[in-house]
């Protein structure tokens, strides 16, 4: 009976340690919990840490859409992201694209934080590391709409905090390469391009790496200075992406994907050390892995480009005949002349140009498309070795491929026209004259012949109806140019668009200077030896002013009315409808009253 007494009592005690001990465990717990990271305040300013954050709630402002996470490392990553950018006055006004709330580890609303293309706006004064940013709106030097648009979808674009041990794998898309030896990127023999694609199609693109260290770049002038150390260095590779959107996949023992942008690589050796490479992405520095076949090959690549040579008329020839892969490339970077960016050429044709009255004629090459035309100019020595002497170009988009020769006294000009840019709303054409000797090339002249820009608040065109050239006493290029500019303006003459329409033309005259070798004007070219001409003449100012005075009242009425608009995107073009208008006009009483109560709508 007494042993059954002590055997109940022995039990009785140890049931009650063990509930002593599980109670002990979940006071444990609850004290850990509740000892969880508060966010602090000092002064009112909240200092933003990531261990007060327990989870973000990601709005998506133009998809309506929502998302959230609770992931303590991507949590620390908005955090950082935020802490490295620098905040300024916004210069402009950014469209609102993501809202992101930051909730503490009471699941209590600790911070709201909205983003647009390249601008952050705060709903309270909060401390970013040793940074305090007052409650409002900022701009930053970097586009983070990328970073948050990724961040939105539970990816994380160019980490800082990767976990390791991790590795990259290089994208498969369309890709150009330049190598770089000492500074410089010409290739001196065809055999150089073949090896240079050859290992990089068998041992970089598409592969897999082990990433040993990466650091992120937040600004322009860090990435710079990043650049100029590889640029310091021997020899380095850059792998250019057709597609600006491509991206490194990059996997770390992070619990969510990350990835890097990668539209321009730059690969280069570190040290001597064997199969360490740095690879800067376009917001990443990383220090990869390669094994010996890939040091072997990149060695490789360095030394076969080997001799000083330039390529010759009669090896371009060849290579055109043959159509071997990448041959243009080589051919540019041989010459170290522009890449050839556009649709190749599908046609070669040699001549013999007497282009300078005080040489012998030079041997052209002329290589075009139904696009883009390229004059390669060479000059042959007296021991038949060749000189080459520069490269003229012309056409783009729809300017044209046709060039001529034209001789006035001891002068000889190439002339032709070139697009100087287009797109949505713009059109930039040219023609350009140059003069050749054996220095090379010369732009003596380039004028528009036509230019039309068009914006939703107005727009204008340029047009030369005749370009005629006097050959006196002096040479003269004479252009008559018709100038039509239309304004945004709400009164009863605008057309079913909202449009004004006005008129007028000039005349303009480039003189031959024999002394500077170049044409001039009453226009002074920029430093590209480009003269642009001014879309206003006397009748465009006088039929403003014509307008403003008749039209004075329902301007003033109209701009009264803009604040009313409910869309912002037609309040603003409104406005700036009629601040274009009234650049226009003369100054005057009228139009500094209109002027200054446009500028306080666009504050």
Same mark, same amino acid.
């Given at each position: 009976?007494?042993?059954?007494?002590?055997?109940? /009592?022995?039990?009785?005690?140890?049931?009650?340690?063990?509930?002593?001990?599980?109670?002990?465990?979940?006071?444990?717990?609850?004290?850990?919990?509740?000892?969880?990271?508060?966010?602090?305040?000092?002064?009112?300013?909240?200092?933003?840490?990531?261990?007060?954050?327990?989870?973000?709630?990601?709005?998506?402002?133009?998809?309506?859409?929502?998302?959230?996470?609770?992931?303590?490392?991507?949590?620390?990553?908005?955090?950082?992201?935020?802490?490295?950018?620098?905040?300024?006055?916004?210069?402009?006004?950014?469209?609102?694209?993501?809202?992101?709330?930051?909730?503490?580890?009471?699941?209590?609303?600790?911070?709201?934080?909205?983003?647009?293309?390249?601008?952050?706006?705060?709903?309270?004064?909060?401390?970013?590391?040793?940074?305090?940013?007052?409650?409002?709106?900022?701009?930053?030097?970097?586009?983070?709409?990328?970073?948050?648009?990724?961040?939105?979808?539970?990816?994380?674009?160019?980490?800082?905090?990767?976990?390791?041990?991790?590795?990259?794998?290089?994208?498969?898309?369309?890709?150009?390469?330049?190598?770089?030896?000492?500074?410089?990127?010409?290739?001196?023999?065809?055999?150089?391009?073949?090896?240079?694609?050859?290992?990089?199609?068998?041992?970089?693109?598409?592969?897999?790496?082990?990433?040993?260290?990466?650091?992120?770049?937040?600004?322009?002038?860090?990435?710079?200075?990043?650049?100029?150390?590889?640029?310091?260095?021997?020899?380095?590779?850059?792998?250019?992406?057709?597609?600006?959107?491509?991206?490194?996949?990059?996997?770390?023992?992070?619990?969510?994907?990350?990835?890097?942008?990668?539209?321009?690589?730059?690969?280069?050796?570190?040290?001597?050390?064997?199969?360490?490479?740095?690879?800067?992405?376009?917001?990443?520095?990383?220090?990869?892995?390669?094994?010996?076949?890939?040091?072997?090959? #990149?060695?490789?690549?360095?030394?076969?480009?080997?001799?000083?040579?330039?390529?010759?008329?009669?090896? /371009?020839?060849?290579?055109?005949?043959?159509?071997?892969?990448?041959?243009?490339?080589?051919?540019?970077?041989?010459?170290?002349?522009?890449?050839?960016?556009?649709?190749?050429?599908?046609?070669?044709?040699?001549?013999?140009?007497?282009?300078?009255?005080?040489?012998?004629?030079?041997?052209?090459?002329?290589?075009?498309?139904?696009?883009?035309?390229?004059?390669?100019?060479?000059?042959?020595?007296?021991?038949?070795?060749?000189? #080459?002497?520069?490269?003229?170009?012309?056409?783009?988009?729809?300017?044209?491929?046709?060039?001529?020769?034209?001789?006035?006294?001891?002068?000889?000009?190439?002339?032709?026209?070139?697009?100087?840019?287009?797109?949505?709303?713009?059109?930039?054409?040219?023609?350009?004259?140059?003069?050749?000797?054996?220095?090379?090339?010369?732009?003596?002249?380039?004028?528009?012949?036509?230019?039309?820009?068009?914006?939703?608040?107005?727009?204008?065109?340029?047009?030369?109806?005749?370009?005629?050239?006097?050959?006196?006493?002096?040479?003269?290029?004479?252009?008559?140019?018709?100038?039509?500019?239309?304004?945004?303006?709400?009164?009863?003459?605008?057309?079913?668009?909202?449009?004004?329409?006005?008129?007028?033309?000039?005349?303009?005259?480039?003189?031959?200077?024999?002394?500077?070798?170049? #044409?001039?004007?009453?226009?002074?070219?920029?430093?590209?030896?480009?003269?642009? /001409?001014?879309?206003?003449?006397?009748?465009?100012?006088?039929?403003?002013?014509?307008?403003?005075?008749?039209?004075?009242?329902?301007?003033?009425?109209?701009?009264?009315?803009?604040?009313?608009?409910?869309?912002?995107?037609?309040?603003?073009?409104?406005?700036?409808?009629?601040?274009?208008?009234?650049?226009?006009?003369?100054?005057?009483?009228?139009?500094?009253?209109?002027?200054?109560?446009?500028?306080?709508?666009?504050?």
């Amino acid at each position: 009976m007494k042993k059954i007494l002590l055997i109940l /009592i022995i039990s009785l005690v140890f049931l009650v340690s063990c509930n002593d001990n599980t109670n002990s465990g979940k006071q444990q717990n609850t004290s850990a919990s509740s000892e969880k990271q508060q966010p602090q305040y000092k002064d009112g300013i909240l200092k933003l840490d990531p261990e007060a954050v327990s989870r973000m709630l990601i709005k998506n402002i133009y998809e309506k859409s929502e998302s959230e996470y609770t992931n303590p490392t991507m949590i620390s990553e908005l955090v950082s992201f935020l802490k490295k950018q620098s905040y300024s006055k916004p210069r402009e006004k950014w469209d609102e694209s993501y809202r992101v709330e930051l909730f503490d580890n009471s699941r209590k609303p600790v911070l709201e934080i909205t983003f647009g293309a390249r601008a952050v706006t705060f709903n309270k004064d909060v401390s970013l590391g040793k940074t305090v940013i007052k409650k409002g709106v900022y701009e930053v030097e970097m586009w983070v709409s990328d970073f948050m648009r990724e961040l939105s979808r539970g990816s994380v674009l160019d980490p800082e905090h990767m976990q390791y041990p991790a590795k990259l794998k290089i994208p498969d898309d369309s890709y150009s390469l330049e190598r770089y030896y000492k500074g410089s990127n010409k290739i001196d023999s065809y055999d150089t391009e073949v090896q240079l694609y050859r290992f990089i199609g068998s041992h970089f693109i598409n592969k897999g790496f082990e990433i040993v260290e990466s650091h992120k770049l937040y600004t322009d002038k860090e990435k710079e200075a990043e650049l100029l150390k590889i640029r310091g260095e021997s020899r380095y590779i850059t792998v250019n992406y057709s597609n600006s959107e491509t991206y490194l996949e990059l996997n770390s023992m992070n619990q969510y994907r990350e990835i890097a942008k990668g539209y321009c690589l730059v690969l280069s050796k570190v040290g001597k050390q064997p199969g360490i490479y740095k690879l800067i992405a376009d917001n990443m520095i990383l220090i990869i892995k390669a094994d010996t076949d890939f040091d072997n090959s #990149f060695n490789a690549v360095f030394k076969v480009n080997s001799a000083e040579k330039e390529v010759t008329p009669d090896e /371009i020839e060849k290579l055109f005949n043959e159509n071997k892969p990448n041959y243009l490339e080589y051919i540019t970077r041989n010459l170290g002349i522009d890449d050839w960016t556009t649709r190749l050429p599908d046609k070669l044709e040699r001549k013999q140009m007497k282009l300078d009255s005080n040489s012998s004629p030079y041997t052209v090459l002329s290589l075009s498309s139904p696009f883009n035309v390229r004059l390669l100019i060479f000059k042959q020595n007296r021991d038949t070795s060749w000189k #080459f002497i520069d490269c003229i170009g012309f056409g783009g988009h729809v300017a044209g491929i046709d060039y001529s020769l034209k001789k006035y006294g001891d002068n000889t000009f190439i002339v032709g026209n070139e697009c100087r840019g287009y797109g949505t709303g713009t059109g930039l054409y040219y023609q350009t004259w140059y003069t050749v000797t054996d220095k090379g090339k010369k732009k003596v002249l380039s004028l528009p012949y036509d230019e039309y820009s068009e914006a939703p608040f107005g727009g204008f065109t340029t047009k030369a109806d005749d370009i005629s050239v006097k050959n006196s006493y002096k040479t003269k290029v004479a252009v008559s140019y018709q100038f039509t500019k239309w304004y945004v303006l709400d009164i009863d003459i605008a057309d079913e668009n909202g449009r004004v329409e006005v008129t007028g033309a000039e005349n303009v005259i480039f003189e031959w200077d024999e002394g500077k070798k170049l #044409f001039t004007s009453r226009y002074t070219p920029d430093e590209n030896g480009v003269t642009s /001409i001014p879309c206003w003449s006397d009748a465009i100012n006088k039929k403003c002013d014509y307008l403003l005075k008749k039209h004075y009242n329902r301007l003033l009425e109209s701009i009264k009315n803009i604040p009313l608009e409910k869309n912002e995107f037609t309040r603003e073009f409104k406005a700036y409808g009629i601040r274009e208008f009234l650049k226009d006009c003369s100054d005057c009483d009228k139009k500094a009253e209109l002027q200054k109560a446009v500028d306080d709508l666009l504050q």
